[in-house]
T-cell receptor, first 112, second 108 residues
Framework: NAGVTQTPKFRVLKTGQSMTLLCAQD?????MYWYRQDPGMGLRLIHY???????AKGEVPDGYNVSRLKKQNFLLGLESAAPSQTSVYFC???????????FGPGTRLTVL | KNEVEQSPQNLTAQEGEFITINCSYS?????LHWLQQHPGGGIVSLFM???GKKKHGRLIATINIQEKHSSLHITASHPRDSAVYIC??????????FGKGTRLSVIA
């Protein structure tokens, strides 16, 4: 099993560009999450999904959109990137809500 | 609002020392997660507990529900334990609330 994978691992964008981050899990987990991690801030939840076809806002959703068309994939989109979105993005998944979360390796995004 | 506070922020220890990292949490949180973030950035879940104590190798996690406090202990610490340790509160109905992490350095 690959666990949780993220694509890409690194990306540099210019302000205003768009991109999509892909998260995939092969553990048949219902719940999936997108977090961002910034120095001194800890992990903050952007959006999450409790099952295929569902999405919900987390703590810092502005500027991001998500989709969960397939159970194994959770996409995070930036429509018009801003320098404030420079961060490390982590995807995670869990079988249940109150359950161990399995994290992907992270995507380092820089917006110039 | 659910909150989680960790202490200390930074910790330096000599190899072999017994290490304790603390986490206090607010009312409404029913379970605590402990995570480890390696220097390379990867995050691994260590424990999830809602009562008592759990042990895995040299790592022990305890939780006191009445005092709303959890501790992560590392026995016989080793340089490979150097990492950021994160606690996260789980209320069951809403997503995890993360502490800011404790950066541990174990010196040989």
């Amino acid at each position: 099993n690959a666990g949780v994978t993220q694509t890409p691992k690194f990306r540099v964008l210019k302000t205003g560009q768009s991109m999509t981050l892909l998260c995939a899990q092969d553990m048949n987990h219902e719940y999936m999450y997108w977090y961002r991690q910034d120095p001194g801030m800890g992990l903050r939840l952007i959006h999450y999904s409790v099952g295929e076809g569902t999405t919900a806002k987390g703590e810092v959703p502005d500027g991001y959109n998500v989709s969960r068309l397939k159970k194994q994939n959770f996409l995070l989109g930036l429509e018009s990137a801003a320098p404030s979105q420079t961060s490390v993005y982590f995807c995670a998944s869990s079988y249940l809500g109150v359950d161990t979360q399995y994290f992907g390796p992270g995507t380092r995004l820089t917006v110039l | 609002k659910n909150e989680v506070e960790q202490s200390p922020q930074n910790l330096t220890a000599q190899e072999g020392e017994f290490i304790t990292i603390n986490c206090s949490y607010s009312v409404g949180i029913s379970a605590l997660h402990w995570l480890q973030q390696h220097p390379g950035g990867g995050i691994v879940s260590l424990f999830m507990l809602s009562s008592g104590k759990k042990k895995h190798g040299r790592l022990i996690a305890t939780i006191n529900i009445q005092e709303k406090h959890s501790s992560l202990h590392i026995t016989a610490s080793h340089p490979r334990d150097s990492a950021v340790y994160i606690c996260a509160g789980d209320s069951g109905n809403t997503p995890l609330v993360f502490g800011k992490g404790t950066r541990l350095s174990v010196i040989a």
